[in-house]
Each structure stands twice: as C-alpha cells, then as structure tokens.
T-cell receptor, first 115, second 113 residues
Framework: DGGITQSPKYLFRKEGQNVTLSCEQNLNHDAMYWYRQDPGQGLRLIYYSQIVNDFQKGDIAEGYSVSREKKESFPLTVTSAQKNPTAFYLC??????????????FGDGTRLSIL | AQSVTQLDSQVPVFEEAPVELRCNYSSSVSVYLFWYVQYPNQGLQLLLKYLSGSTLVKGINGFEAEFNKSQTSFHLRKPSVHISDTAEYFCAVSAFNDYKLSFGAGTTVTVRA
C-alpha cells in the first residue's frame, strides 16, 4: 500500500539537543510538507518542498531545518534554537505543489516532548 | 492570504443525531476547500473537497458539505452520527495554484450513546 511513514512515533529531546524526524513516502508525489500541530491551533506550515533539492520556509520555520535529497524523503531537524519544540509533527505530500492537485496526504505523526 | 474560522471548538452530539460543523473562510481570490478528520494520535484523512462545480459535495463516511460563495462558508454535515465519528475535524482552504493549505483551529466532535 502506498502511503507516508513517519518515525519515530514518540521522541524525546534534551535541552540543547538537535533531533531529526523522518518522513518517507512511496506515493511518487513531488511535493512534501511539514506541519506543527498544537492544541487549539490547527496545523501550521513549517517547511515545504515542491521538488528534489528545493524547499521553502513556511509560516514558522525558525528553529527548524530540512533537506530534500531524494523524492521519497523529507526529514525535519528540530534544532536547539527552537525553544518550544513540544508538539505533534505531521508530514504530508501531494502530487505537486499546485492547488489544483491538492489534497495532501498525511502520515501518522511524531509526538516530540522535552525531557 | 487566506484564513479559516471554525465557529465551534467542541460539538457534543448523541448517536444517530445529525451534526453540523461550521466553517467560514476569508480570501481575496478563488479557493479550493477541504474537510479533514483526525482520530486520536493519527494523521489527517481527507473527508471531502470542493474544487468547482456542484456546491454540494459528498464525501466518505456519509459526510457532505455545501459551498456558499456569498456567505464564504463551507459547512460540514452528517444526518446520523456514529460513535466512531468521534474525532477532530479540520476545515482548510487553498488559493488556486497555491501550495499552501490554511487550516482552521479544529472542531472536536464527541458522540455519546
């Protein structure tokens, strides 16, 4: 079955530590996205990639970094500069980045907590 | 830029009763509209979408939504809910030819027997 796999499901970060969240898709989608979800706030876009080796900042990119070296993979690094990283992180993909080819398909998320 | 307002943060409802979740949007350009459902500790699943054409859109699990351009609304309805419909529901909007989805804050539906 095609889909999006996020790992790990739960992750704990120590102060001053960088952590990387994995996102892999086998849907052959060009576009991939990272969202942060906090209670009562809906989803906010962190980073977006329309094609391999290209990505753009979303609304809340500070303290995060990404790479897109392969079409299937879009890892997110939460750096020590992100002072409030506790949240539920969702990865998504779509056929391409144009609105007409929405919708986005979502993984099951990674819950990040601070030790 | 687009924005979405979900008018109810929590909606309790009895099993087999109807439910309506309200969504209003703001945009200076034409938009696409979506409803997603999220079960606990899971990702989002698409319920239905409006791209063009008929303003009444039918989705999965017996849900439907009506696009009202004059009122800039896209309310979600189900005539008879089940316990399994307990979840959080998100309304989202994107402008034509735009990658970005703007989400509402979500509506938590709790179905009671």
């Amino acid at each position: 079955d095609g889909g999006i796999t996020q790992s790990p499901k739960y992750l704990f970060r120590k102060e001053g530590q960088n952590v990387t969240l994995s996102c892999e898709q086998n849907l052959n989608h060009d576009a991939m996205y990272w969202y942060r979800q906090d209670p009562g706030q809906g989803l906010r876009l962190i980073y977006y990639s329309q094609i391999v080796n290209d990505f753009q900042k979303g609304d809340i990119a500070e303290g995060y970094s990404v790479s897109r070296e392969k079409k299937e993979s879009f890892p997110l690094t939460v750096t020590s500069a992100q002072k409030n990283p506790t949240a539920f992180y969702l990865c998504a993909s779509s056929i391409d980045g144009q609105g007409v080819n929405q919708p986005q398909h979502f993984g099951d998320g990674t819950r990040l907590s601070i030790l | 830029a687009q924005s979405v307002t979900q008018l109810d943060s929590q909606v309790p409802v009895f099993e087999e009763a109807p439910v309506e979740l309200r969504c209003n949007y703001s945009s200076s350009v034409s938009v696409y509209l979506f409803w997603y459902v999220q079960y606990p500790n899971q990702g989002l699943q698409l319920l239905l979408k409006y791209l063009s054409g008929s303003t009444l859109v039918k989705g999965i699990n017996g849900f439907e939504a009506e696009f009202n351009k004059s009122q800039t609304s896209f309310h979600l309805r189900k005539p008879s809910v089940h316990i399994s419909d307990t979840a959080e529901y998100f309304c989202a909007v994107s402008a034509f030819n735009d990658y970005k989805l703007s989400f509402g804050a979500g509506t938590t539906v709790t179905v009671r027997a």
